[in-house]
Protein backbone atom coordinates (compact mmCIF):
# COMPACT_ATOMS: atom_id res chain seq x y z
CA UNK A 1 0.00 0.00 0.00
CA UNK A 2 1.22 3.34 -0.92
CA UNK A 3 0.54 6.00 2.04
CA UNK A 4 -0.94 9.34 1.14
CA UNK A 5 2.35 11.54 0.96
CA UNK A 6 3.44 9.99 -1.87
CA UNK A 7 0.59 9.55 -3.54
CA UNK A 8 -0.01 13.22 -3.13
CA UNK A 9 3.68 13.57 -4.55
CA UNK A 10 3.23 11.36 -7.77
CA UNK A 11 0.22 12.94 -8.08
CA UNK A 12 2.00 16.59 -8.36
CA UNK A 13 4.91 15.26 -10.69
CA UNK A 14 2.44 14.00 -13.44
CA UNK A 15 0.43 17.11 -13.23
CA UNK A 16 3.37 19.49 -13.67
CA UNK A 17 5.87 16.99 -15.35
CA UNK A 18 8.19 20.02 -14.78
CA UNK A 19 11.75 19.78 -12.59
CA UNK A 20 13.35 22.51 -11.22
CA UNK A 21 16.21 22.91 -13.48
CA UNK A 22 14.26 22.38 -16.81
CA UNK A 23 12.36 25.17 -18.01
CA UNK A 24 8.54 24.07 -18.97
CA UNK A 25 7.90 24.57 -22.61
CA UNK A 26 3.92 24.71 -22.47
CA UNK A 27 4.64 27.54 -20.26
CA UNK A 28 6.79 29.95 -22.30
CA UNK A 29 6.02 32.15 -25.06
CA UNK A 30 8.38 31.55 -27.97
CA UNK A 31 7.48 34.02 -30.02
CA UNK A 32 8.12 37.15 -27.37
CA UNK A 33 11.43 35.31 -26.70
CA UNK A 34 12.26 35.30 -30.28
CA UNK A 35 11.04 38.90 -30.53
CA UNK A 36 13.40 39.92 -27.73
CA UNK A 37 16.29 37.68 -29.06
CA UNK A 38 16.30 39.45 -32.51
CA UNK A 39 14.44 42.56 -33.65
CA UNK A 40 13.15 43.86 -30.10
CA UNK A 41 16.68 43.84 -29.04
CA UNK A 42 18.63 45.23 -31.90
CA UNK A 43 15.99 47.78 -32.50
CA UNK A 44 16.67 49.11 -28.82
CA UNK A 45 20.32 49.01 -29.44
CA UNK A 46 19.91 51.65 -32.47
CA UNK A 47 17.05 53.52 -31.33
CA UNK A 48 18.94 57.25 -30.58
CA UNK A 49 18.22 59.52 -27.91
CA UNK A 50 14.59 61.03 -28.35
CA UNK A 51 12.39 63.38 -26.59
CA UNK A 52 11.05 62.85 -22.75
CA UNK A 53 7.54 62.84 -24.19
CA UNK A 54 8.17 60.18 -26.62
CA UNK A 55 10.22 58.26 -24.30
CA UNK A 56 6.98 57.98 -22.17
CA UNK A 57 4.69 57.32 -25.56
CA UNK A 58 7.09 54.32 -25.48
CA UNK A 59 6.55 53.02 -21.80
CA UNK A 60 3.09 52.93 -22.25
CA UNK A 61 2.99 51.06 -25.62
CA UNK A 62 5.37 48.52 -24.10
CA UNK A 63 2.92 48.45 -20.89
CA UNK A 64 -0.12 47.95 -22.96
CA UNK A 65 1.71 45.07 -25.49
CA UNK A 66 2.97 43.42 -22.56
CA UNK A 67 6.56 44.06 -23.63
CA UNK A 68 7.95 44.47 -19.95
CA UNK A 69 8.27 41.01 -19.41
CA UNK A 70 12.71 40.38 -18.97
CA UNK A 71 12.39 35.96 -17.67
CA UNK A 72 12.42 34.65 -21.18
CA UNK A 73 12.84 31.09 -19.41
CA UNK A 74 9.35 29.61 -17.21
CA UNK A 75 10.44 26.78 -15.07
CA UNK A 76 6.95 26.91 -13.33
CA UNK A 77 3.44 27.04 -14.95
CA UNK A 78 1.59 30.22 -13.74
CA UNK A 79 0.24 29.18 -10.17
CA UNK A 80 -4.17 28.91 -11.19
CA UNK A 81 -6.20 31.59 -9.42
CA UNK A 82 -7.25 30.68 -6.08
CA UNK A 83 -10.75 28.36 -6.24
CA UNK A 84 -11.49 29.22 -2.77
CA UNK A 85 -11.62 33.18 -3.71
CA UNK A 86 -13.54 33.05 -6.94
CA UNK A 87 -16.01 31.06 -4.98
CA UNK A 88 -16.43 33.97 -2.44
CA UNK A 89 -16.37 36.02 -4.97
CA UNK A 90 -19.15 34.44 -7.40
CA UNK A 91 -21.88 33.30 -4.76
CA UNK A 92 -21.07 35.94 -1.65
CA UNK A 93 -23.90 37.80 -1.40
CA UNK A 94 -23.83 41.43 -2.08
CA UNK A 95 -22.60 43.75 0.82
CA UNK A 96 -25.41 45.75 1.91
CA UNK A 97 -24.85 49.07 2.19
CA UNK A 98 -25.03 50.37 5.30
CA UNK A 99 -28.34 52.29 6.19
CA UNK A 100 -27.48 55.81 8.33
CA UNK A 101 -29.84 56.32 10.23
CA UNK A 102 -31.45 59.60 9.44
CA UNK A 103 -31.56 62.16 12.41
CA UNK A 104 -34.32 63.27 14.67
CA UNK A 105 -34.98 67.35 14.69
CA UNK A 106 -36.02 68.01 17.92
CA UNK A 107 -37.89 71.52 18.32
CA UNK A 108 -37.13 73.38 21.47
CA UNK A 109 -39.99 75.07 20.99
CA UNK A 110 -43.77 74.32 21.58
CA UNK A 111 -45.41 73.47 18.22
CA UNK A 112 -48.60 74.79 19.69
CA UNK A 113 -49.53 76.79 22.86
CA UNK A 114 -53.13 76.97 24.04
CA UNK A 115 -54.60 79.02 27.01
CA UNK A 116 -55.83 76.65 30.32
CA UNK A 117 -57.41 79.05 32.55
CA UNK A 118 -58.58 78.03 36.13
CA UNK A 119 -56.08 74.93 36.19
CA UNK A 120 -55.79 73.84 40.04
CA UNK A 121 -52.41 74.05 40.33
CA UNK A 122 -51.74 70.46 42.70
CA UNK A 123 -49.16 68.33 41.85
CA UNK A 124 -51.29 65.37 43.41
CA UNK A 125 -54.45 65.41 40.70
CA UNK A 126 -54.21 64.09 37.34
CA UNK A 127 -55.96 66.37 35.00
CA UNK A 128 -54.98 65.87 31.23
CA UNK A 129 -55.44 62.96 29.48
CA UNK A 130 -55.65 62.38 25.74
CA UNK A 131 -58.01 59.24 24.49
CA UNK A 132 -57.65 56.93 21.55
CA UNK A 133 -59.91 58.87 19.52
CA UNK A 134 -57.75 61.67 19.46
CA UNK A 135 -59.19 63.92 21.76
CA UNK A 136 -58.03 65.78 24.85
CA UNK A 137 -59.22 65.69 28.07
CA UNK A 138 -58.96 68.73 30.51
CA UNK A 139 -60.16 70.00 33.96
CA UNK A 140 -60.15 73.44 34.36
CA UNK A 141 -61.60 74.33 37.88
CA UNK A 142 -65.12 72.75 38.12
CA UNK A 143 -65.21 72.04 34.40
CA UNK A 144 -63.89 69.20 32.11
CA UNK A 145 -63.36 70.59 28.07
CA UNK A 146 -62.65 68.21 24.94
CA UNK A 147 -60.22 69.67 22.26
CA UNK A 148 -60.21 67.40 19.44
CA UNK A 149 -56.84 67.02 18.10
CA UNK A 150 -58.17 66.29 14.10
CA UNK A 151 -60.09 69.59 13.64
CA UNK A 152 -59.16 71.85 16.33
CA UNK A 153 -62.69 72.00 17.89
CA UNK A 154 -63.61 72.12 21.41
CA UNK A 155 -66.45 71.53 23.44
CA UNK A 156 -67.77 71.45 27.05
CA UNK A 157 -68.39 67.92 28.77
CA UNK A 158 -69.68 68.94 32.51
CA UNK A 159 -69.73 71.32 34.83
CA UNK A 160 -70.04 70.37 38.28
CA UNK A 161 -71.71 72.38 41.20
CA UNK A 162 -69.16 73.67 43.85
CA UNK A 163 -69.83 71.24 46.56
CA UNK A 164 -68.67 68.67 44.10
CA UNK A 165 -65.97 70.01 42.37
CA UNK A 166 -62.93 71.10 41.50
CA UNK A 167 -62.75 67.97 39.69
CA UNK A 168 -59.82 65.62 40.49
CA UNK A 169 -58.60 63.75 37.90
CA UNK A 170 -59.77 62.63 34.36
CA UNK A 171 -59.06 59.64 32.32
CA UNK A 172 -60.67 57.91 29.03
CA UNK A 173 -61.97 54.50 28.67
CA UNK A 174 -59.92 51.95 26.49
CA UNK A 175 -62.51 52.88 23.51
CA UNK A 176 -62.19 55.99 23.42
CA UNK A 177 -65.40 57.18 23.65
CA UNK A 178 -66.01 57.02 27.89
CA UNK A 179 -64.44 58.59 30.23
CA UNK A 180 -64.09 58.68 33.77
CA UNK A 181 -64.01 61.79 36.15
CA UNK A 182 -63.13 61.92 39.86
CA UNK A 183 -63.99 64.83 42.25
CA UNK A 184 -62.92 66.14 45.14
CA UNK A 185 -66.33 65.04 46.84
CA UNK A 186 -64.90 61.29 46.70
CA UNK A 187 -67.47 60.77 43.76
CA UNK A 188 -66.32 59.38 40.29
CA UNK A 189 -68.51 60.04 37.34
CA UNK A 190 -68.81 57.99 33.79
CA UNK A 191 -69.40 60.07 31.09
CA UNK A 192 -70.55 59.03 27.73
CA UNK A 193 -68.31 61.54 25.54
CA UNK A 194 -69.94 61.25 22.00
CA UNK A 195 -73.68 62.27 23.45
CA UNK A 196 -72.58 64.22 26.27
CA UNK A 197 -74.38 62.18 28.89
CA UNK A 198 -73.74 61.01 32.21
CA UNK A 199 -74.15 57.36 32.70
CA UNK A 200 -73.49 56.52 36.16
CA UNK A 201 -71.94 58.08 39.52
CA UNK A 202 -69.68 55.95 41.46
CA UNK A 203 -69.72 56.46 45.08
CA UNK A 204 -69.32 54.89 48.70
CA UNK A 205 -66.16 53.61 48.12
CA UNK A 206 -63.67 56.69 48.63
CA UNK A 207 -64.32 58.85 52.01
CA UNK A 208 -62.08 61.78 49.96
CA UNK A 209 -60.85 63.15 46.96
CA UNK A 210 -60.32 60.82 44.25
CA UNK A 211 -56.87 62.15 42.46
CA UNK A 212 -55.88 59.45 40.12
CA UNK A 213 -57.66 56.63 37.97
CA UNK A 214 -56.52 53.84 35.63
CA UNK A 215 -58.48 51.28 33.56
CA UNK A 216 -57.67 48.01 33.02
CA UNK A 217 -60.86 46.87 30.48
CA UNK A 218 -63.75 47.30 32.26
CA UNK A 219 -62.14 47.50 35.93
CA UNK A 220 -61.85 51.21 36.76
CA UNK A 221 -59.29 51.77 39.19
CA UNK A 222 -59.48 54.84 41.64
CA UNK A 223 -56.71 56.06 44.12
CA UNK A 224 -57.75 58.63 46.83
CA UNK A 225 -56.96 61.03 49.50
CA UNK A 226 -58.41 58.37 51.78
CA UNK A 227 -55.68 55.98 51.07
CA UNK A 228 -57.14 53.26 49.32
CA UNK A 229 -57.12 51.73 45.76
CA UNK A 230 -60.16 50.26 44.93
CA UNK A 231 -61.54 48.38 41.43
CA UNK A 232 -64.90 49.03 40.08
CA UNK A 233 -66.39 46.82 37.73
CA UNK A 234 -68.60 49.35 35.77
CA UNK A 235 -70.63 47.00 34.30
CA UNK A 236 -72.35 46.13 37.59
CA UNK A 237 -74.63 47.47 39.80
CA UNK A 238 -72.06 46.63 42.51
CA UNK A 239 -69.05 48.03 41.34
CA UNK A 240 -66.58 47.83 44.05
CA UNK A 241 -64.77 44.51 43.48
CA UNK A 242 -61.67 44.78 45.38
CA UNK A 243 -59.61 47.06 47.67
CA UNK A 244 -55.58 47.21 47.66
CA UNK A 245 -54.51 48.72 50.74
CA UNK A 246 -50.23 49.79 51.48
CA UNK A 247 -50.50 53.04 51.31
CA UNK A 248 -50.03 55.69 54.21
CA UNK A 249 -50.90 58.83 52.72
CA UNK A 250 -52.64 59.95 49.15
CA UNK A 251 -52.75 57.99 46.59
CA UNK A 252 -51.41 60.42 43.51
CA UNK A 253 -50.07 57.86 40.67
CA UNK A 254 -51.81 54.29 39.19
CA UNK A 255 -50.62 52.69 36.13
CA UNK A 256 -51.61 49.67 34.97
CA UNK A 257 -49.18 47.52 32.23
CA UNK A 258 -49.77 46.75 29.29
CA UNK A 259 -51.03 43.31 29.66
CA UNK A 260 -53.43 44.19 32.68
CA UNK A 261 -51.73 41.89 35.27
CA UNK A 262 -50.04 44.03 37.29
CA UNK A 263 -50.62 47.73 39.03
CA UNK A 264 -48.43 50.55 40.38
CA UNK A 265 -48.94 52.70 42.84
CA UNK A 266 -47.28 56.26 44.29
CA UNK A 267 -48.19 57.99 47.16
CA UNK A 268 -47.42 61.05 49.00
CA UNK A 269 -45.98 58.64 51.66
CA UNK A 270 -42.94 58.17 49.21
CA UNK A 271 -43.75 54.55 48.47
CA UNK A 272 -43.87 52.52 45.36
CA UNK A 273 -46.42 49.53 45.42
CA UNK A 274 -46.35 46.75 42.64
CA UNK A 275 -49.85 44.56 42.83
CA UNK A 276 -51.34 41.97 41.37
CA UNK A 277 -54.45 41.95 39.56
CA UNK A 278 -55.69 39.10 41.71
CA UNK A 279 -54.61 40.28 44.51
CA UNK A 280 -57.55 42.96 45.45
CA UNK A 281 -59.43 41.59 48.52
CA UNK A 282 -63.33 42.46 49.00
CA UNK A 283 -62.76 44.37 52.14
CA UNK A 284 -58.85 44.70 52.55
CA UNK A 285 -58.24 42.39 55.11
CA UNK A 286 -55.43 40.97 53.98
CA UNK A 287 -52.36 42.97 55.09
CA UNK A 288 -50.15 41.61 52.74
CA UNK A 289 -51.34 42.00 49.21
CA UNK A 290 -48.24 43.43 47.49
CA UNK A 291 -45.98 42.01 45.37
CA UNK A 292 -43.56 44.09 45.84
CA UNK A 293 -42.90 47.42 48.65
CA UNK A 294 -40.47 49.47 47.17
CA UNK A 295 -38.52 52.23 49.35
CA UNK A 296 -36.05 53.80 47.75
CA UNK A 297 -37.95 57.27 46.67
CA UNK A 298 -37.39 60.29 49.51
CA UNK A 299 -40.68 62.10 48.09
CA UNK A 300 -44.01 61.79 46.71
CA UNK A 301 -44.16 59.58 44.06
CA UNK A 302 -46.65 60.32 41.33
CA UNK A 303 -45.17 59.66 37.79
CA UNK A 304 -45.28 56.63 36.42
CA UNK A 305 -44.69 55.00 33.24
CA UNK A 306 -44.42 51.11 31.97
CA UNK A 307 -42.39 50.34 29.46
CA UNK A 308 -44.01 49.66 25.77
CA UNK A 309 -40.97 47.42 24.99
CA UNK A 310 -40.66 45.33 28.49
CA UNK A 311 -43.40 44.44 30.22
CA UNK A 312 -41.84 43.98 33.67
CA UNK A 313 -39.64 47.45 33.20
CA UNK A 314 -41.54 49.97 35.11
CA UNK A 315 -39.64 54.13 35.42
CA UNK A 316 -40.86 56.17 38.23
CA UNK A 317 -40.32 59.59 39.46
CA UNK A 318 -39.67 61.24 42.84
CA UNK A 319 -40.83 64.83 44.20
CA UNK A 320 -39.00 68.07 45.12
CA UNK A 321 -37.36 66.01 47.95
CA UNK A 322 -36.04 63.08 45.67
CA UNK A 323 -35.69 64.31 42.00
CA UNK A 324 -34.68 61.03 40.91
CA UNK A 325 -36.07 58.79 37.76
CA UNK A 326 -36.10 54.96 39.05
CA UNK A 327 -36.33 51.88 37.04
CA UNK A 328 -38.02 48.67 38.09
CA UNK A 329 -37.81 45.24 37.36
CA UNK A 330 -41.38 44.41 38.50
CA UNK A 331 -40.48 40.61 38.55
CA UNK A 332 -38.19 40.45 40.95
CA UNK A 333 -38.48 43.74 42.26
CA UNK A 334 -35.19 45.08 41.88
CA UNK A 335 -33.95 48.42 41.06
CA UNK A 336 -32.08 48.55 37.76
CA UNK A 337 -31.25 51.96 37.56
CA UNK A 338 -31.81 55.79 39.03
CA UNK A 339 -30.71 59.13 37.71
CA UNK A 340 -30.81 62.63 39.47
CA UNK A 341 -32.96 64.91 37.29
CA UNK A 342 -31.97 67.53 39.30
CA UNK A 343 -35.79 68.75 40.08
CA UNK A 344 -39.16 67.77 40.87
CA UNK A 345 -40.42 65.34 38.51
CA UNK A 346 -44.09 65.30 37.53
CA UNK A 347 -44.58 63.02 35.04
CA UNK A 348 -43.37 60.53 32.64
CA UNK A 349 -43.75 59.64 29.27
CA UNK A 350 -41.93 56.91 26.83
CA UNK A 351 -41.62 56.88 23.59
CA UNK A 352 -42.99 53.95 21.91
CA UNK A 353 -41.11 54.29 18.61
CA UNK A 354 -37.62 54.68 20.16
CA UNK A 355 -35.61 53.37 23.47
CA UNK A 356 -36.20 56.94 25.15
CA UNK A 357 -38.16 58.31 28.41
CA UNK A 358 -39.64 62.02 28.31
CA UNK A 359 -40.13 63.68 31.81
CA UNK A 360 -41.59 66.78 33.06
CA UNK A 361 -40.16 68.73 35.39
CA UNK A 362 -40.48 71.36 38.44
CA UNK A 363 -38.99 73.65 40.55
CA UNK A 364 -37.25 74.74 38.82
CA UNK A 365 -36.48 75.18 34.67
CA UNK A 366 -40.26 73.93 34.33
CA UNK A 367 -38.73 72.22 31.68
CA UNK A 368 -39.65 68.88 30.03
CA UNK A 369 -36.19 66.55 29.35
CA UNK A 370 -35.63 63.62 27.39
CA UNK A 371 -33.24 60.87 27.79
CA UNK A 372 -31.76 58.05 25.90
CA UNK A 373 -32.72 54.33 27.30
CA UNK A 374 -30.83 52.71 29.05
CA UNK A 375 -27.05 55.19 29.00
CA UNK A 376 -29.66 57.92 30.42
CA UNK A 377 -27.74 60.15 27.84
CA UNK A 378 -30.29 63.34 28.17
CA UNK A 379 -30.90 64.18 24.72
CA UNK A 380 -33.10 67.44 24.33
CA UNK A 381 -34.58 69.81 26.92
CA UNK A 382 -37.79 71.50 26.15
CA UNK A 383 -38.53 74.66 27.64
CA UNK A 384 -41.67 77.08 27.42
CA UNK A 385 -43.77 76.60 30.86
CA UNK A 386 -43.03 79.17 33.29
CA UNK A 387 -44.67 77.00 36.16
CA UNK A 388 -44.06 73.40 37.55
CA UNK A 389 -45.41 70.87 34.48
CA UNK A 390 -48.89 69.07 36.44
CA UNK A 391 -48.97 66.36 33.73
CA UNK A 392 -48.06 65.00 30.40
CA UNK A 393 -50.59 62.83 27.84
CA UNK A 394 -49.58 61.60 24.71
CA UNK A 395 -51.62 61.08 21.47
CA UNK A 396 -52.65 57.91 19.92
CA UNK A 397 -49.98 58.07 17.19
CA UNK A 398 -47.46 57.80 19.75
CA UNK A 399 -45.65 61.28 18.10
CA UNK A 400 -47.04 64.24 20.06
CA UNK A 401 -46.79 64.93 24.05
CA UNK A 402 -49.28 67.85 25.48
CA UNK A 403 -48.31 68.96 28.50
CA UNK A 404 -50.27 71.52 31.17
CA UNK A 405 -48.72 73.35 33.77
CA UNK A 406 -49.46 76.14 36.41
CA UNK A 407 -48.73 78.99 34.13
CA UNK A 408 -52.00 77.90 32.92
CA UNK A 409 -50.66 77.00 28.96
CA UNK A 410 -51.27 73.45 27.32
CA UNK A 411 -48.85 73.24 25.47
CA UNK A 412 -48.08 70.46 22.48
CA UNK A 413 -44.53 68.87 21.42
CA UNK A 414 -43.21 67.17 18.51
CA UNK A 415 -41.07 65.80 20.63
CA UNK A 416 -40.96 61.91 19.43
CA UNK A 417 -40.71 62.48 15.89
CA UNK A 418 -43.59 62.90 12.87
CA UNK A 419 -45.17 60.07 10.94
CA UNK A 420 -43.57 59.25 7.59
CA UNK A 421 -47.10 59.95 5.64
CA UNK A 422 -47.50 63.19 7.17
CA UNK A 423 -46.12 66.37 5.35
CA UNK A 424 -44.24 68.81 7.51
CA UNK A 425 -47.49 71.09 9.37
CA UNK A 426 -47.99 74.52 8.24
CA UNK A 427 -47.65 77.34 10.98
CA UNK A 428 -51.14 78.12 12.14
CA UNK A 429 -51.70 80.74 13.95
CA UNK A 430 -52.09 80.48 17.55
CA UNK A 431 -56.01 80.64 18.89
CA UNK A 432 -56.64 80.84 22.47
CA UNK A 433 -59.07 77.79 23.07
CA UNK A 434 -62.57 77.86 24.38
CA UNK A 435 -62.87 81.14 22.99
CA UNK A 436 -66.43 80.11 21.73
CA UNK A 437 -67.12 79.41 25.66
CA UNK A 438 -67.82 83.60 27.79
CA UNK A 439 -67.44 82.08 31.11
CA UNK A 440 -64.06 81.16 31.32
CA UNK A 441 -62.33 84.12 29.39
Given amino acids: MMDGRNRKSQKLNSVENLDRFIPNRSAMDFDFAHYMLTGGKVEKENVGPCSPS ?30 EKYIQESFSPARKTKSVKKIRRISQFAERTLDAPDIVDDFYLNLLDWGCNNVVAIALGNTVYLWDASDGSISEL ?20 HIAVGFSNSHVQLWDSSTTRLLRTLQGGHRLRVSSLDWNEHILTTGGMDCMI ?20 EVCGLKWSLSGRQLASGGNDNLLYIWSNSMASLNGSNSNQWLHRLEEHSAAV ?12 LASGGGVGDQCIKFWNTTTGARLNSVDTGSQVCSLLWNTHERELLSAHGFSDHQLTLWKYPSLVKIAELHGHTSRVLSMAQ ?44 RIR
Fill in 395 to 438: SPDGFTVASVAGDETLRFWNVFGTPRSQEKPRTEKKQEPFANIP
Fill in 230 to 249: INNDVRIRSHNVGVYRGHGQ
Fill in 302 to 313: KALAWCPFQSNL
Fill in 54 to 83: KQVYRKHLAEALNMNRSRILAFRNKAPPSE
Fill in 158 to 177: LTAEDSIGPVTSVRWAPDGR
